[in-house]
């Protein structure tokens, strides 16, 4: 017992793990963590950072919390600090005080044989039920963290909990653990079962999130450039009068966000082979998808065309969680599709080749931008008068009970008001030009972040 811990040694990964479930079948330990080097102390990352990543990992956090409690599309999973924690862990948006561990020995097996060398032990740390009770009566912030975050699809697949510990632990309670030589065996389980190679709709979400976070630590950095050439910065905000009536009426189906769980969602069929004339039939599509709603992918493109098929996955993974129609879904689809005919030979970078794309396609257009977050908006072409028809009756009675693209609605509506999408615009109309146009726009032009469900938009005007 080196260290007032029992060290078990085995002969190889495979006789590590399968101890490790004889264990736990025998009720004799029941968490564990896998460790390439069985040298390295359990502590978290951020007690083995040093100061100045330290404080990087507060003010990364607290970025992670503003954004998180502030976007409408994430409040439904992120209830608590615990569940906010949990994810920016497993994402690696910050460092904590959180260290992973799993119910499952060959998952630990996993992460104890994942990138090893031949020169080091690897180790399966153990848990048993009197270390989690000396967790437990310790006065200090030690303890065991059992979450169910929606829709975090890694810490469903890796079976994951946390031990939260602010620094050492081991004059608690040393963990036992099972050391093995890193020789030819690996573990059997495959990547993509560890770090799923499909998003949920909360980890498309905080990928969106890292997106944004790059775009201002690089805006951030040039401002910081131009103060020190001796540039003037002015900074204009506006004032934050919103209010619930700002924000557009969600209906009760989409308030509650998606919540699917690894186990229960189709990740490994693929889907059927379609030739790209089926693939701009409405009712051929919409048979596919009510079929594979609960799937991650929808179909292949017979025509093995890389760009297609990567722009049919961006909508069906954008949409497919949400409650859209399989009506809703096919027509996004097609009319991604003949974007995409239409931007073969355009360079997308130019806006003015997009502005005369849009008008061709759509006829008169704006250029307006949305955000789920207040920052970093998305932006798409949308028809004028389809836009007039998604506003509110009344707001359309304001102005008259004729359409006019060039009136003064326009400027007042995506000017004076682009922070209360809510006051102007009708949710269930705004779906519709999101399905037909909005989305397509995004996806088709290579947008990131996209705003895919129009309940969220939190600002809506003009580009």
């Given amino acids: ?42 502590i978290s990352s951020f007690v083995r950072a040093n100061d100045a990543d330290r404080t990087k990992a507060v003010t990364d956090f607290g970025a992670f919390y503003s954004f998180a409690r502030g976007a409408p599309h994430l409040v439904p999973y992120l209830q608590n600090d615990d569940a906010l924690i949990a994810t920016a862990q497993h994402h690696g948006l910050a460092l904590t005080n959180f260290i992973d561990f799993t119910r499952s ?9 994942d990138g090893a060398s031949t020169e080091d032990k690897g180790a399966i740390f153990l848990v048993d039920r009197e270390a989690e009770g000396a967790f437990d009566a310790y006065s200090g912030p030690v303890r065991f963290i059992h979450l169910d975050v929606p829709n975090l699809w890694r810490l ?46 909360l980890e498309l979400a905080l990928d969106q999130y890292s997106v944004m976070r790059r775009r201002r630590a690089g805006f951030d950095d040039l401002l910081e450039h131009i103060h020190a050439a001796g540039g003037l910065l002015i900074e204009l905000s506006d004032d934050d009068n919103t209010t619930e009536e700002d924000a557009l009426v969600v209906p009760p189906a989409w308030i509650a966000g998606p919540n699917e769980r690894w186990k229960d969602i189709d ?24 079929k594979r709603r609960g799937c991650t992918d929808l179909v292949t493109v017979s025509a093995g065309d890389e760009k297609l098929q990567n722009l049919i996955d961006g909508v069906w993974g954008g949409m497919r969680p949400h409650p859209y129609s399989a009506d809703h879904i096919a027509r996004c689809i097609i009319a991604t599709i003949n974007l995409q005919r239409a931007f073969q030979h355009v360079n997308l970078s130019n806006g003015l080749e997009q502005r005369r794309i849009a008008e061709a396609l759509l006829g008169p257009t ?63 109309q705004l779906v519709e030009l999101f399905v037909v146009q909005i989305i397509p726009w995004q996806v088709a032009t290579y947008r990131d972040p996209i705003a895919f469900s129009a309940f969220h938009v939190l600002t809506l005007g003009r580009a």
Avoid: C
Wanted: aromatic letters at 12%; proline letters at 7%.
């Fill in 1 to 42: 017992m080196p260290g007032g811990f029992i060290q078990y040694d085995a002969p190889d990964l495979m006789t590590a793990v399968a101890l490790a479930a004889d264990f736990k079948a025998g009720d004799h330990y029941k968490y564990f963590r896998g460790q390439r080097d069985a040298s390295w102390q359990v």
């Fill in 105 to 113: 020995p060959e998952v630990a097996g996993w992460f104890a044989s």
């Fill in 156 to 201: 469903q697949a890796q079976e994951g909990l946390f031990l939260e510990a602010p620094g050492k632990f081991d004059h608690i309670w040393p963990l036992d653990r099972i050391v093995f030589p890193h020789i030819a065996s690996h573990s059997s389980i495959p990547r993509r079962n560890i770090y799923p190679d499909k998003k949920s709709a």
């Fill in 267 to 290: 990740v490994d069929s693929s889907g059927p082979v379609l030739a790209e004339p089926v693939l701009n039939s409405i009712a051929a599509l919409t048979e596919v998808i009510e």
């Fill in 366 to 428: 704006t250029e307006i931008e949305m955000s789920t977050s207040g920052e970093n908006a998305a932006r798409a072409f949308v028809n004028l008068q389809d836009l007039w028809l998604a506003l509110k009756q009344d707001v359309r009675d304001k102005w008259g009970p004729v359409f006019d693209p060039h009136g003064d609605w326009l400027d007042s509506v995506l000017g004076e008001d682009w922070q209360r999408p809510g006051r102007n615009f009708d949710g269930q």
